[in-house]
């Protein structure tokens, strides 16, 4: 069956960089986009971006372009999202889902939370 | 770009009662990509409705999906208990995802 296993949670000092990890299983890894998405506490859906896992191609909301880079290691078949220069209000649980042509976001990661604070 | 918008924000029901909530987009969107998401707290949104109407894997009959152009409906026919939680719009293409900011179906 199809799975996303993130990584633990996270507590950052303000300045700071996180990275976050999404491993697949279940499914071939290079044949779907990996989206992430953030929710801060109490909020919606906010999305972040995508990494094609098969070319490494990116394409980053114009919120997070600069600040947050997401790469692949397809032999392990796991995405990761980085992000730099954390700021209180960076502090969400992030997501990762994988991205159907057709469905949307058809299966999603357990949730990243990364809490940052002085 | 679109903005999707949910109304209402808070959606106050009973078990057994129906549940109508709307999507409203700024602009025409294609309903080939408009999907539906359920979210309960602490736990990842999980896929309900794709193509504006169709149901994806191991949804229950109760849900349905409608709409066309700028403004779609998720229906619950009949709400059982474990259908109160968050739901979350979607518009989503080749390189984006937008998502309305979400109905928060409560018990009456």
């Known amino acids: 069956q199809v799975q996303l296993v993130q990584s633990g949670a996270e507590v950052k000092k303000p300045g700071a960089s996180v990275k976050v990890s999404c491993k697949a299983s279940?499914?071939?890894?290079?044949?779907?986009?990996i989206h992430w998405v953030r929710q801060a506490p109490g909020q919606g859906l906010e999305w972040m971006g995508w990494?094609?896992?098969?070319?490494?191609?990116?394409n980053y909301a114009q919120n997070y372009q600069g600040r947050v880079t997401m790469t692949r290691d397809a032999s392990i078949g796991t995405a990761y999202m980085e992000m730099s220069s954390l700021r209180s209000d960076d502090t969400a649980v992030y997501y990762c889902?994988?991205?159907?042509?057709?469905?949307?976001?058809?299966?999603w990661g357990q949730g990243t939370l990364v809490t940052v604070s002085s | 770009e679109i903005v999707l918008t949910q109304s209402p924000g808070t959606l106050s029901l009973s078990p057994g009662e129906r549940a109508t909530l709307s999507c409203r987009a700024s602009?025409?969107?294609?309903?080939?990509?408009l999907a539906w998401y359920q979210q309960k707290p602490g736990q990842a949104p999980r896929l309900l409705i794709y193509?504006?109407?169709s149901r994806a894997t191991g949804i229950p009959d109760r849900f349905s999906g409608s709409g066309s152009g700028t403004d779609f409906t998720l229906t619950i026919s009949r709400l059982e208990p474990e259908d109160f939680a968050v739901y979350y719009c979607?518009?989503?293409?080749?390189?984006?995802?937008?998502f309305g900011q979400g109905t928060n179906l409560e018990f009456k």
């Open positions: 279940g499914y071939t890894f290079i044949g779907y986009y």
């Open positions: 979607q518009h989503f293409g080749s390189s984006f995802y937008t």
């Open positions: 889902a994988r991205g159907h042509t057709i469905k949307g976001a058809d299966y």
């Open positions: 193509g504006a109407s």
């Open positions: 602009q025409s969107v294609s309903s080939s990509y």
């Open positions: 990494i094609n896992p098969n070319s490494g191609g990116t």
